[in-house]
Each structure stands twice: as structure tokens, then as C-alpha cells.
């Protein structure tokens, strides 16, 4: 009876979640590839075929556009983490008390508006006639108006800030459970501070690390408006190419397969990530 | 004027009596083409109320293609987008002319619409309103810009917009002496024009400041001057014309492009009753006044310019000598399968460096 009655209650606990993976996740994951599978031969007629897999393999364009997205990503992840590192560094060790909360929260704030307020904050201080521009030339830095939108800069930029919580967070729990004795410690038994942070600080944080910059990459990887906002002419991101496979060719076939194709691409890019560091995932989620 | 819109006001009431149930239009349009005061007006008089859904061509089509051409009940996709998504997707239903007061719309107008979405012996749509596709110019700084692949000469390097999409491929193609419309049925002379035309823009790319997408980005960019030449709608023109006297819409050499948004029924709309009272009562010669008014383009409702106020007729007037408006290319339904041709162009000069 009770093992009964625990059963139950497993299963009632299970159910939300499993309702949730099922019907908005992997249902429309099914549907979406058996859509990838078609090949359209005239109209209203279609064949199954891997046809629309080969598209992407033999149009070198498409290749192109998901080997810079992945880089670019992999870059902003880079960049992130550079960045990210010293903020949670600082807010989990040196900072105590309401310092502390009112750092932590002034990384939260810029979250509270939604992205796409963030991004065209972003090109009212980028554009030609922005605010940055005007700004060098009332300091006489520069002659004429400067446009700094419009290029892969600004892409990483924009990609930079907007995944930036997502690593400070993850950081800066792993950064407070370490114990301060230990660093202590290091320096009693003589190491430099940066011996510390190799041998204990970063070996500690890798869960973070590693979690961090899983997150940061997925959301880069899959991140639509920032790419196309602020990289204008030149933005060429991959999630851009699903999106007017299917809003504005009509094509689902083939946008079907470029989403199945990224999601393949980018596990497999976090799995290789993973090997290279020696790290994996059941480690990192168990200790972060 | 005031009885005209009583007398019309009245013969709406008695035509909208039909309908035992109010009903809820859910509206799928352009911007500007359903104002809240044309709104106000139509639920005080039938009792229907009305949901506004604002988009654009490809994003009606692929939301009705989502939902095999539910949830909404009234679309304006262009003339030119109806036969062959129709024939590719089923996203519409055929038109009961009969419910339609057909005296209201100009007749060259209407037979056109008529002609181009006719499949078999159904119809599928009726004209709305319509506008053209051209060059948007600072004439303070620009003097040589004369047709599309002006916008490519030095003079005006780095301050140029256009938008990514097939107006763009066709307008380019005219503008090179090509002529896209009459290889629309021969899909290897069509890749042949559309292999010129990708040659063109990625060449003319340096020149782009940016692609715009919507009309207030191109507006943005045009009032702050980051950019002096356009393509782009003649209304975007015209309304930069009332900030900047120098900015207006110019007819290009080769021809304006003429497009006409229409009436659609998607296919699993549940108010025809509805959608019909609105077509009619929006093509009344006031209300489409006030269309025109809140869009910035002329209607297909006959006698509707009647109403408009003098400075858009004037700025019409300028931007159209009769021989510019005899040179309207007007777009013939596209086949099937072309935009996948167009899409890939699209995405190879999107790629280019």
C-alpha cells in the first residue's frame, strides 16, 4: 500500500514535467523532422528524401553562415567568461553584505526590459547619429559622424551584454562555496597569485565555468534579434536563415532541416567542448 | 457630405441586419489600413467587433499556412500573393461576389484584382488599396539618382537602404532592361535575370548603409540622413515629405512598381458575415477617405479620392506625371515555386561580403 501510495505520488510529481517534455518539446521535435524529411517535387506534391539535408551540405553559403555562427558564439562565449570571471570574482569574494546584493543586483537590472529594448538601446548609442558618435565629436576626437552599427563588432557586443548574467550567475554561486581558508592557505604555503588561481580558484569554479559557458553558447548560437539588429547588411546568422526559410519562402522543408541541423551541429560542438576541457556534464550539474 | 455618409451608413445597417449574431472580424492587415476611428465607427453601426492583427505579406501567408488558413477571418495579402500560395497551400476560400457591393470600386481596378486571383471560376479577392514601389530621395543632396541601379553609382556610397526582398530583384531587373514579369513562366530564364540581378546587388552591397525591413526603420534612416536615397514605398515618401521638404518619392525611369493589397478570405475564417460588411463598409467613398488618410496610399474605392486632403493629392500629383503612372509596372501573379528561386538569390547576396 505504501509503496503503492509512494508510486503514485511519483508519478503525479513526474506528470508535469513530463507533460511539458512531451507535448512542447519532443512532439513538436517529431513533427518537425518528418517535415525536414519531405521533398518537395511540385505543388502540393512531396517525397520522403533526405533531399533538403543535402541542400545544406552542397549550397557552401549555408555551410558558411553556421561555421560563423558557431565561431562568433564561440567567441562571445570566450569574451563573456573573460569578462564575466573578474565581475563574479569580485561580487563573491571581496564584496560583503549590501554591497554585495546591490553589485549582484546592478548585473540583474539590465534584464529587467526585455531584449529587444536592450538591442535598440544598443543602436541609439551605436548608430551614425548616436549618442557615442556625437560624443567623440564634441570632444573633437574625431571630424565627421562615425557609424560603428552595422559590423561584427557590434553583433559581439550586443551578444557579449545580453548573456552576460548568464555567467555571473553560475560563477558566482560556485565562487562562494569555496572556502577562503583554502586561498589563504595557498598564499601561507608561499604561491603567487596566480599559482592560486590556477591550482584552486579556477579547478573550483569549473563547474560554473562549464555550465556558464554552455548556456552563453546555446543562447548566442540560438540568439535571432541582436545578430539581425545590430549587424545590419552584414548579419548572417544562422537562426536567421530558419527564420526566413520559414516566414518569408514558405519553405518548412527545408527550414525544418536547418533547425534539426543546428541542433545536431551544436551538441555536438558542446559535447567536443566538453571532451577538450576533460570535463562532463553529469560532474558539472552534480556540484553546480 | 454628412447625408452621403448617413445615406451610407444606413444602407450598411440594413445590409449588416442579415446577420442574426454580432460577430468578432478578426483582421489580419497591413499597418494603417484598419485606424481605430474607421474601427469605432463600423462596430457602432453592425454590432461586429473587430481584432486588428498587423503584418506583412510573407508573415500573413506563413500564419495562414500554419493553421491551414485559420484564425482570422479577413486577410489583405498583396494581388500577387493569392493564386499561387492558393495552389501551393489552400489558405483561402473563394468570394461570394454577391455579397460584395461591387459599385463600390473602380471597375479597372476591381476587374484587374479579379483577373489575377481567379482560379478556375472561383475568385479570391477584391482590390483594397494601392501604392508603389520607388525611389525615396534627399533631392537637397542627391541629383543622379534616377532609376534602381542609381542607388550603386559612387555618389551616393554608404547612404543608400533598400530592402532585401523580391520588389527589390524585380525593380533592379526592370531597371537593367531586363524584363522579369514576362519570364515568370520559364523558370530557367527567370534564374537567368535573377543570376544578373544577384551580380548587381552584391556589387552594389559597399553602397548599402543597411537592409531595411519595416517602414519606420527606413523613415529613422532617411530623417536622421544616415541615408539619402531609397528604395521604397511612395507613402514613406511622401509622409518624410511633410518633415523634410527636400525628401519625396520620385518615380524611377524604368517604372514605379504597382502592387494592390486586397480582400482574401482565409480558408477556415468562421465570420464571413462579418469580413463582408467590412469589406463594404471600408470601400464607402468617406471611410475609404479615411483609409487613405491613415495610410498614406489611395484606395480602390471609387470616387474615394474624392475626400483626401489636398496636400497628399499634390504630393501624388508630383511624384506622378500621367506618362510616370502609364509606366507603372503592376505585378502579375507570382507562379508557384519562383520564390524559392528568389529566396536562395536573396540569401547568396545576404552572404556576400
Not at chain 1, 102 to 121: D, Y
Not at chain 1, 144 to 163: F, H, K, Q, R, W
Not at chain 2, 280 to 306: L, R, W
Request: proline share 4%.
Amino acid at each position: 500500500m505504501a509503496t503503492d501510495r509512494s508510486k503514485l505520488a511519483f508519478w503525479l510529481l513526474l506528470a508535469p514535467c513530463l507533460i511539458w517534455l512531451v507535448t512542447l518539446i519532443i512532439l513538436p521535435h517529431v513533427g518537425m523532422f518528418l517535415v525536414s524529411l519531405r521533398e518537395k517535387v511540385g505543388v502540393r506534391e512531396y517525397e520522403t528524401s533526405f533531399a533538403n539535408y543535402a541542400v545544406f551540405l552542397n549550397e557552401p553559403l549555408y555551410w558558411n553562415t553556421f561555421a560563423r555562427t558557431a565561431y562568433m558564439s564561440i567567441a562571445a562565449t570566450i569574451l563573456t567568461l573573460l569578462i564575466g570571471f573578474p565581475i563574479s570574482y569580485y561580487i563573491a569574494k571581496l564584496t560583503r553584505g549590501r554591497t554585495k546584493t546591490t553589485s549582484f543586483l546592478m548585473c540583474l537590472i539590465p534584464f529587467w526590459v526585455s531584449e529587444l529594448v536592450r538591442t535598440f538601446g544598443w543602436m541609439i548609442l551605436l548608430r551614425e547619429t548616436g549618442v557615442f558618435s556625437n560624443f567623440l565629436q564634441y570632444l573633437g576626437l574625431v571630424n565627421g559622424p562615425i557609424e560603428m552599427l552595422y559590423n561584427d563588432a557590434a553583433i559581439m557586443t550586443g551578444l557579449v551584454y545580453t548573456s552576460m548574467l548568464f555567467m555571473v550567475v553560475p560563477l558566482v554561486t560556485t565562487l562562494d562555496s569555496l572556502d577562503d581558508s583554502l586561498i589563504e592557505a595557498g598564499y601561507d604555503l608561499g604561491a603567487s597569485g596566480f599559482a592560486i588561481l590556477r591550482e584552486i580558484v579556477i579547478p573550483h569554479a569549473m563547474p560554473g565555468i562549464v555550465s556558464g559557458c554552455i548556456v552563453v553558447f546555446m543562447l548566442s548560437l540560438g540568439n535571432y534579434l541582436t545578430p539581425i539588429l545590430l549587424g545590419g547588411k552584414d548579419s548572417l546568422w544562422f537562426t536567421g536563415l530558419i527564420y526566413s526559410q520559414f516566414i518569408t519562402r514558405f519553405n518548412w522543408e527545408l527550414g525544418s532541416a536547418f533547425g534539426f541541423l543546428l541542433l545536431g551541429l551544436s551538441s555536438l560542438i558542446v559535447f567536443v567542448g566538453l571532451k577538450l576541457t576533460g570535463q562532463s556534464l553529469g560532474k558539472t550539474m552534480a556540484q553546480s | 457630405m454628412k447625408s452621403n455618409l448617413f445615406l451610407s451608413t444606413v444602407a450598411v445597417l440594413t445590409l449588416s441586419a442579415a446577420a442574426a449574431n454580432a460577430e468578432t472580424l478578426r483582421l489580419l492587415t497591413w499597418g494603417g489600413y484598419a485606424p481605430d476611428d474607421v474601427i469605432a465607427m463600423f462596430e457602432a453601426q453592425t454590432g461586429h467587433t473587430v481584432e486588428v492583427t498587423k503584418s506583412n505579406n510573407e508573415e500573413m501567408i506563413a500564419k495562414l499556412r500554419a493553421t491551414n488558413g485559420g484564425g482570422f477571418d479577413l486577410a489583405q495579402p498583396s494581388q500577387d500573393r493569392i493564386a499561387g500560395p492558393q495552389a501551393e497551400f489552400g489558405i483561402y476560400k473563394p468570394l461570394d461576389m454577391s455579397m460584395i457591393d461591387t459599385s463600390l470600386f473602380i471597375p479597372s481596378m476591381l476587374e484587374a484584382t479579379k483577373g489575377n486571383t481567379t482560379i478556375g471560376e472561383d475568385v479570391f479577392a477584391v482590390p483594397h488599396v494601392w501604392g508603389t514601389d520607388g525611389l525615396v530621395l534627399n533631392t537637397a543632396i542627391v541629383t543622379d539618382v534616377k532609376d534602381y541601379t542609381d542607388l550603386c553609382n559612387a555618389s551616393v556610397a554608404g547612404k543608400v537602404s533598400y530592402r532585401l526582398k523580391r520588389p527589390t530583384l524585380i525593380g533592379f531587373a526592370f531597371s537593367m532592361g531586363l524584363d522579369p514579369f514576362g519570364a515568370y513562366g520559364d523558370e530557367a530564364a527567370y534564374q537567368g535575370i535573377l543570376d544578373l540581378v544577384e551580380a548587381k546587388l552584391v556589387e552594389c552591397k559597399a553602397n548599402v548603409k543597411t537592409y531595411w525591413d519595416g517602414g519606420d526603420e527606413l523613415k529613422n534612416l532617411m530623417r536622421s540622413g544616415e541615408i539619402v536615397a531609397a528604395m521604397a514605398w511612395d507613402t514613406g515618401g511622401w509622409q518624410l515629405n511633410d518633415d523634410n521638404a527636400d525628401i519625396t518619392f520620385v518615380a524611377p525611369a524604368s517604372g514605379a512598381l504597382g502592387w494592390i493589397d486586397t480582400f482574401a478570405l482565409p480558408a477556415r475564417g468562421r465570420a464571413d458575415e462579418a469580413a463582408y460588411a467590412w469589406i463594404n463598409f471600408v470601400m464607402q467613398p468617406d471611410i475609404a477617405a479615411m483609409i487613405t488618410a491613415s495610410a498614406g496610399n489611395f484606395t480602390a474605392s471609387q470616387g474615394g479620392d474624392a475626400n483626401v486632403d489636398d496636400a497628399l493629392k499634390a504630393k501624388y500629383q508630383a511624384s506622378f506625371p500621367q506618362e510616370a503612372i502609364d509606366n507603372i509596372k503592376w505585378y502579375p501573379s507570382v507562379p508557384a515555386g519562383l520564390e524559392t528561386l528568389e529566396g536562395a538569390t536573396l540569401d547568396r547576396i545576404n552572404a556576400a561580403r
